[in-house]
């Protein structure tokens, strides 16, 4: 089977850093994606990561480790926008088919 | 340009009745995904479709749910009969044809089944 583990609740304050862990297990691995969702809003793609290492796009980051079967997501600078649940999701072949499916999301509350 | 547009943003219904979602992609997007969200959970794959063909329903409940994309561009998800457990977001996304991991989502149809 797969599976995708996230933190279901982090909370910081404004200004400060946060890192959205993520463990996976699954066959046929490609990648790991991230994407943020705002209350009643539409998933919107933040980044993605093929390879090891880090990933900079201005405030966010993505890391992954494929040996470990690990990446997170960091957020620097926190703003109060920021506050959304954020999904990690993995790119895999399973059942002959490409797919990205996604873990059950970290909620970041942000407060001033 | 304009992102994925979906139709009904809200929609309440009896158990038992048919319910109808449609989507719009994005323009030149040729694979379109629809996916079922439940609240606290992350979007699960139902469909995905690369041009007019459906690649992947293996997740897709066929008893009771059908889609289809004719012409390769604006999709239909359809539930005939809804059950209680059906009361969720259902979700289009888009994306270019080999981009699965940078997809385009729409806001959703949030449906409501009573």
């Known amino acids: 089977g797969q599976s995708l583990e996230q933190p279901s609740e982090v909370t910081a304050v404004e200004g400060a850093i946060v890192q959205i862990n993520c463990t996976y297990q699954t066959s046929g691995f490609y990648g790991l994606s991230w994407y943020q969702q705002h209350d009643g809003g539409a998933p919107t793609f933040l980044s993605y990561?093929?390879?090891?290492g880090l990933e900079e796009t201005g405030r966010f980051s993505s890391f992954l480790s494929r040996s470990d079967s690990y990446g997170y997501l960091l957020l620097q600078e926190l703003q109060m926008k920021d506050s959304a649940s954020y999904f990690c999701a993995v790119k895999n072949v399973n059942t002959g088919f490409q797919k990205l499916v996604f873990g059950t999301g970290t909620r970041l509350l942000v407060s001033p | 340009e304009a992102g994925v547009v979906q139709s009904p943003r809200y929609k309440i219904i009896e158990k038992k009745q048919p319910v109808a979602f449609w989507c719009n992609p994005i323009s030149g997007h040729n694979t379109l995904y629809w996916y079922l969200q439940n609240l606290g959970q992350g979007p699960e794959l139902l469909i995905r479709?690369?041009?007019?063909?459906?690649?992947?329903d293996s997740q897709l409940p066929k008893d009771r749910f059908s889609a289809e994309r004719l012409k390769g561009v604006d999709s239909t998800l359809k539930i005939q009969p809804a059950e209680l457990g059906d009361s969720a977001v259902y979700l289009c996304?888009?994306?270019?044809?080999?981009?699965?991991?940078?997809?385009?989502f729409g806001p959703g149809t949030r449906l409501l089944v009573l």
């Open positions: 990561n093929a390879l090891d």
């Open positions: 996304a888009s994306s270019l044809s080999g981009g699965l991991e940078t997809q385009y």
């Open positions: 479709y690369e041009n007019e063909e459906a690649v992947d």
